[in-house]
């Protein structure tokens, strides 16, 4: 193992806020009716075949806009408000729509009318940000999910759905405020789906979506986090935390730049050089299933530019936007999510590398040149006609590492 990283001072800005609270959310697939239900908020997933268009309604003096048994339903017991207020607001059911009214007499406090399309898992996640944010809206403790008619669920969505709509309902909670005085608190504390079957396997799915958005939050902040405060050895530390939180199947290897040197990374190393105040840290996770028993390798690489100002050939504003190149370590971010959300699940039957050549890439009279030849941990010669080019350098021998391992698939 190499040695640990120490993480560079930001400069006088202080940590993220410790004291910052992430979305925790309780989650329980129920078979009961909606009327059964108790709650702050009850939303209605509703497609456009739920919904009469409103002439179509007019000119048949239908008492309802609504095509859909449960709606009906529901609207019945809500003595017409929710067919009033969907027509007041011209709810199509199409994706992004959304009706919200307040009830009396009722175990719960607010009906929510959200308009969905069911061709995706992506789809139904959108459904589970939209009622999150609509829950958030109303400082709801409690939300249920009710998708109005299930049969728009194809078939081969079915199993996952669950899983979907709950990494959802956590990431529409998310906001990165760590770097604020203040921000918003998170009252939303359990939702309920209903109607979408439920026992182990759906429990199992739901678990699943939670640990999925845990995942996709830690990337999200990973990517927003500035350069000053997510050096290389700022995301090492990162990636060690996920291993010691995960030991039972999780090791790491951290390698500083006299590790890299003696692994001949010339390549990775000569985008690193530049950067005296930030070295160069070469991540590697090893995940190995509990119990042994390995069917198949892979390999997961990700770019983790922490900075990215193109070296001599610098990106040149407006249109380079440099502004954001702290984001190019998006790939170790995207990497060390999954990393994350395996510690969580531990699926059996693989074994899976998470793998980044972390560095910044800036100028100094240290750095690479445009038409430098530098040689990779394999052997190959490259020249380097532009230094923006950092991405395929620093992968090259990252892939290289990864070949090594002795996997069967890369990515």
Known sequence: ???????APTLGLTRPNAALELPQISFAAK????SDWHGDILAVAVTEKDVQPQQQALDSNSKSLFENAVLKKLDGQLGGLLRAAAAEEEFTGKPGQSVVIRVQGQRFKRVALVGFVARSAGCLQGLGESVASL???AQATSA???????AVIRQELKLNAAAAIASGAVLGLYEDSRYKSEWKKVHLKQ???IGLGC???VDQKLHHGNHLSTGVMLARDLVNSPANVLTPAALAEEAAKIASTYSDVFTATILDAEKCKELKMGSYLAVA????TNPPYFIHLCYKPPGGNVKTKLALIGKGITFDSGGYNIKAVPVATIELMKKDMGGAAAVFGAAKVLGQIKPPGVEVHFISAASENMISGTGMRPGDIVTASNGKTIEVDNTDAEGRLTLADALVYACNQGVDKGF
Not at 1 to 7: F, L
Not at 31 to 34: A, G, Y
């Open 191 to 193: 939702v309920d789906l």
């Open 1 to 7: 193992m190499g040695d640990t990283a120490t993480a």
């Open 199 to 201: 026992g182990p396997e």
């Open 31 to 34: 078979d009961i009716e909606f």
């Open 135 to 137: 829950a958030r809206a």
């Open 273 to 276: 050089a530049a950067s005296e």
């Open 144 to 150: 249920a999910i009710l998708v109005a008619a299930p």
